[in-house]
Protein backbone atom coordinates (compact mmCIF):
# COMPACT_ATOMS: atom_id res chain seq x y z
CA UNK A 1 0.00 0.00 0.00
CA UNK A 2 1.45 3.41 -0.54
CA UNK A 3 2.02 5.51 2.00
CA UNK A 4 1.23 8.81 0.10
CA UNK A 5 -2.71 9.77 0.76
CA UNK A 6 -4.60 11.47 -1.32
CA UNK A 7 -7.90 13.07 0.40
CA UNK A 8 -10.96 13.26 -2.86
CA UNK A 9 -13.44 14.88 -2.03
CA UNK A 10 -16.87 15.11 -3.99
CA UNK A 11 -15.89 12.03 -5.01
CA UNK A 12 -18.88 10.55 -6.90
CA UNK A 13 -17.97 6.80 -8.08
CA UNK A 14 -14.53 7.33 -8.06
CA UNK A 15 -13.35 8.16 -12.00
CA UNK A 16 -10.77 10.61 -10.62
CA UNK A 17 -10.02 8.23 -7.61
CA UNK A 18 -8.94 5.29 -9.80
CA UNK A 19 -6.48 7.78 -12.00
CA UNK A 20 -5.01 8.96 -8.45
CA UNK A 21 -4.44 5.38 -7.39
CA UNK A 22 -3.06 4.25 -10.75
CA UNK A 23 -0.15 7.29 -10.13
CA UNK A 24 0.52 5.73 -6.56
CA UNK A 25 -1.68 7.40 -4.23
CA UNK A 26 -3.98 5.41 -1.80
CA UNK A 27 -7.32 7.26 -1.78
CA UNK A 28 -9.70 8.10 0.60
CA UNK A 29 -13.37 9.96 -0.43
CA UNK A 30 -15.96 11.93 0.77
CA UNK A 31 -19.27 12.78 -0.83
CA UNK A 32 -22.50 14.24 -0.15
CA UNK A 33 -24.09 10.83 -1.14
CA UNK A 34 -24.13 7.35 -0.41
CA UNK A 35 -21.41 6.13 -3.15
CA UNK A 36 -21.58 2.56 -3.07
CA UNK A 37 -19.43 1.68 -6.31
CA UNK A 38 -16.77 4.13 -4.79
CA UNK A 39 -13.56 1.67 -5.12
CA UNK A 40 -11.52 2.73 -1.97
CA UNK A 41 -12.26 3.67 1.28
CA UNK A 42 -15.15 6.98 1.51
CA UNK A 43 -16.89 8.37 3.81
CA UNK A 44 -20.46 9.71 3.83
CA UNK A 45 -20.77 13.56 5.00
CA UNK A 46 -20.04 17.75 3.90
CA UNK A 47 -16.72 17.65 1.69
CA UNK A 48 -16.38 21.32 3.33
CA UNK A 49 -16.75 20.11 6.74
CA UNK A 50 -13.83 17.57 6.15
CA UNK A 51 -11.85 19.79 4.61
CA UNK A 52 -11.54 22.22 7.37
CA UNK A 53 -10.60 19.95 10.06
CA UNK A 54 -7.33 20.51 10.21
CA UNK A 55 -6.56 17.54 12.68
CA UNK A 56 -8.17 15.47 9.66
CA UNK A 57 -6.40 16.90 6.92
CA UNK A 58 -2.64 15.71 8.94
CA UNK A 59 -3.58 12.52 7.84
CA UNK A 60 -2.82 13.09 3.78
CA UNK A 61 -0.30 14.35 1.59
CA UNK A 62 -2.40 16.19 -1.24
CA UNK A 63 -6.44 16.70 -1.99
CA UNK A 64 -8.23 16.70 -4.92
CA UNK A 65 -11.27 18.63 -5.19
CA UNK A 66 -14.28 18.03 -7.54
CA UNK A 67 -17.35 20.44 -6.49
CA UNK A 68 -20.48 20.34 -7.95
CA UNK A 69 -20.19 21.49 -12.10
CA UNK A 70 -24.14 21.39 -12.80
CA UNK A 71 -24.73 25.13 -12.37
CA UNK A 72 -21.58 25.67 -14.79
CA UNK A 73 -22.19 23.57 -17.36
CA UNK A 74 -23.56 24.29 -20.80
CA UNK A 75 -26.93 23.41 -20.28
CA UNK A 76 -27.52 26.44 -18.30
CA UNK A 77 -28.37 27.74 -21.74
CA UNK A 78 -31.29 25.78 -21.89
CA UNK A 79 -32.25 25.60 -18.25
CA UNK A 80 -32.87 27.64 -14.97
CA UNK A 81 -29.25 26.07 -13.03
CA UNK A 82 -29.50 28.66 -10.17
CA UNK A 83 -30.98 26.37 -7.30
CA UNK A 84 -27.36 24.92 -8.12
CA UNK A 85 -24.67 24.92 -5.29
CA UNK A 86 -21.62 27.35 -6.41
CA UNK A 87 -19.27 25.78 -4.38
CA UNK A 88 -15.99 26.56 -5.88
CA UNK A 89 -14.92 30.12 -3.97
CA UNK A 90 -15.14 28.38 -0.28
CA UNK A 91 -13.75 24.98 -1.71
CA UNK A 92 -10.95 27.02 -2.85
CA UNK A 93 -10.19 29.05 0.00
CA UNK A 94 -10.42 25.99 1.94
CA UNK A 95 -7.47 24.61 -0.13
CA UNK A 96 -4.75 27.26 0.36
CA UNK A 97 -5.45 27.13 4.02
CA UNK A 98 -4.72 23.40 3.89
CA UNK A 99 -0.94 23.80 3.58
CA UNK A 100 -1.05 20.83 1.16
CA UNK A 101 -0.73 20.23 -2.68
CA UNK A 102 -4.42 20.67 -3.89
CA UNK A 103 -5.97 19.81 -7.41
CA UNK A 104 -9.59 21.27 -8.41
CA UNK A 105 -11.16 19.83 -11.45
CA UNK A 106 -13.91 20.94 -13.11
CA UNK A 107 -16.01 21.74 -16.40
CA UNK A 108 -15.24 24.82 -19.02
CA UNK A 109 -17.14 27.43 -18.23
CA UNK A 110 -16.53 27.22 -14.25
CA UNK A 111 -14.79 30.12 -12.64
CA UNK A 112 -11.34 28.68 -12.22
CA UNK A 113 -7.85 28.86 -14.02
CA UNK A 114 -6.87 26.55 -16.53
CA UNK A 115 -3.33 25.30 -15.45
CA UNK A 116 -3.98 21.89 -17.58
CA UNK A 117 -7.22 21.22 -19.92
CA UNK A 118 -7.46 17.72 -20.67
CA UNK A 119 -9.37 15.97 -23.29
CA UNK A 120 -9.83 12.16 -23.91
CA UNK A 121 -9.04 12.01 -27.12
CA UNK A 122 -5.26 12.94 -26.04
CA UNK A 123 -5.57 9.68 -23.83
CA UNK A 124 -6.60 7.17 -26.77
CA UNK A 125 -10.47 7.33 -25.13
CA UNK A 126 -13.73 7.72 -27.59
CA UNK A 127 -15.00 10.86 -25.38
CA UNK A 128 -13.54 14.17 -26.01
CA UNK A 129 -14.85 15.59 -22.38
CA UNK A 130 -12.86 18.64 -21.76
CA UNK A 131 -12.41 19.34 -18.25
CA UNK A 132 -10.43 22.09 -16.34
CA UNK A 133 -8.21 21.54 -13.57
CA UNK A 134 -6.20 24.26 -11.40
CA UNK A 135 -2.81 23.02 -9.55
CA UNK A 136 -1.35 24.65 -6.71
CA UNK A 137 1.81 22.97 -8.21
CA UNK A 138 3.73 23.38 -12.02
CA UNK A 139 2.14 21.17 -14.20
CA UNK A 140 1.89 20.49 -17.61
CA UNK A 141 -0.66 18.92 -20.41
CA UNK A 142 -0.55 16.79 -23.12
CA UNK A 143 -0.47 17.92 -26.78
CA UNK A 144 -4.41 18.68 -27.48
CA UNK A 145 -5.48 16.27 -30.44
CA UNK A 146 -7.27 17.45 -33.33
CA UNK A 147 -11.04 16.14 -33.21
CA UNK A 148 -11.54 14.55 -36.38
CA UNK A 149 -14.04 12.01 -34.74
CA UNK A 150 -17.84 13.36 -34.18
CA UNK A 151 -19.92 12.30 -31.39
CA UNK A 152 -23.29 11.45 -31.52
CA UNK A 153 -25.92 14.38 -31.99
CA UNK A 154 -28.99 15.04 -29.64
CA UNK A 155 -31.81 12.55 -30.18
CA UNK A 156 -29.55 10.12 -32.39
CA UNK A 157 -29.14 6.33 -30.99
CA UNK A 158 -25.74 6.82 -28.78
CA UNK A 159 -25.43 2.81 -28.42
CA UNK A 160 -25.48 2.58 -32.65
CA UNK A 161 -22.93 5.70 -33.32
CA UNK A 162 -20.70 3.69 -30.67
CA UNK A 163 -21.04 0.39 -32.38
CA UNK A 164 -20.00 2.32 -35.53
CA UNK A 165 -17.27 3.64 -33.89
CA UNK A 166 -18.35 7.49 -33.09
CA UNK A 167 -17.31 9.17 -30.15
CA UNK A 168 -20.00 9.80 -27.19
CA UNK A 169 -21.10 12.39 -25.02
CA UNK A 170 -21.37 10.77 -21.71
CA UNK A 171 -24.87 12.50 -19.97
CA UNK A 172 -28.01 11.40 -18.43
CA UNK A 173 -28.32 7.98 -17.43
CA UNK A 174 -26.31 6.22 -20.26
CA UNK A 175 -25.63 2.74 -20.76
CA UNK A 176 -22.85 1.26 -18.53
CA UNK A 177 -21.16 0.48 -22.28
CA UNK A 178 -20.01 4.25 -22.15
CA UNK A 179 -17.52 3.26 -19.46
CA UNK A 180 -15.55 1.70 -22.00
CA UNK A 181 -15.07 5.02 -24.18
CA UNK A 182 -14.13 6.30 -20.29
CA UNK A 183 -11.88 3.76 -19.43
CA UNK A 184 -14.27 2.67 -16.40
CA UNK A 185 -15.98 -1.13 -15.39
CA UNK A 186 -17.72 -0.48 -12.25
CA UNK A 187 -20.09 2.56 -12.29
CA UNK A 188 -24.09 2.17 -13.55
CA UNK A 189 -24.70 5.08 -16.02
CA UNK A 190 -26.06 7.44 -13.82
CA UNK A 191 -22.72 7.38 -12.07
CA UNK A 192 -20.48 7.63 -15.34
CA UNK A 193 -22.16 10.88 -16.57
CA UNK A 194 -20.72 12.73 -13.42
CA UNK A 195 -17.35 10.69 -13.83
CA UNK A 196 -14.20 11.76 -15.35
CA UNK A 197 -11.65 9.48 -17.49
CA UNK A 198 -9.47 8.24 -14.49
CA UNK A 199 -6.67 8.93 -17.12
CA UNK A 200 -7.04 12.48 -16.48
CA UNK A 201 -5.76 12.17 -12.78
CA UNK A 202 -3.21 9.61 -13.53
CA UNK A 203 -1.69 11.83 -15.41
CA UNK A 204 -2.15 14.88 -13.32
CA UNK A 205 -1.24 12.21 -10.17
CA UNK A 206 2.32 11.47 -11.42
CA UNK A 207 3.11 15.13 -11.22
CA UNK A 208 1.75 15.50 -7.92
CA UNK A 209 3.09 12.51 -6.83
CA UNK A 210 6.56 14.31 -7.28
CA UNK A 211 5.73 17.19 -5.03
CA UNK A 212 3.10 16.03 -2.22
CA UNK A 213 6.34 14.99 0.03
CA UNK A 214 8.73 18.30 -0.74
CA UNK A 215 9.59 19.34 2.71
CA UNK A 216 9.65 23.20 1.65
CA UNK A 217 6.42 24.06 0.69
CA UNK A 218 7.34 28.04 -0.14
CA UNK A 219 9.70 26.76 -2.75
CA UNK A 220 6.71 24.85 -4.50
CA UNK A 221 4.38 27.89 -4.80
CA UNK A 222 7.38 30.21 -5.66
CA UNK A 223 8.11 27.67 -8.81
CA UNK A 224 4.28 28.12 -9.42
CA UNK A 225 4.26 32.06 -9.39
CA UNK A 226 7.58 32.28 -11.38
CA UNK A 227 6.54 29.45 -13.89
CA UNK A 228 3.43 31.52 -14.89
CA UNK A 229 5.71 34.53 -15.43
CA UNK A 230 7.23 32.17 -18.09
CA UNK A 231 10.54 31.37 -16.28
CA UNK A 232 11.83 27.29 -16.03
CA UNK A 233 12.07 26.03 -13.29
CA UNK A 234 15.95 26.09 -14.06
CA UNK A 235 15.72 29.62 -13.60
CA UNK A 236 13.44 29.81 -10.56
CA UNK A 237 16.56 27.30 -8.73
CA UNK A 238 19.28 29.58 -10.18
CA UNK A 239 17.61 32.65 -8.65
CA UNK A 240 17.11 31.28 -5.10
CA UNK A 241 20.90 30.41 -4.97
Given at each position: ?152 RRGENRLRHWQEGGFLTVTGDIGSYAGV ?61
Amino acid sequence: MSSRRLLDLFCGAGGAAMGYYWAGFEVVGVDIKPQPHYPFVVFQGDALEFLGDRDWLRGFDAIHASPPCQRYTTLGTREDLSAYPDLMAPTRAFLEASGLPWVIENVPGAPMRPDAVLCGNSFGLRVYRHRLFECSFPVTGPAHRKHLMRVNRRGENRLRHWQEGGFLTVTGDIGSYAGVAMGIDWMNGNELSQAIPPAYTEFIGKQLIKVDRTSDMRYLEAAYKEQHRHLSLAEIAERQK
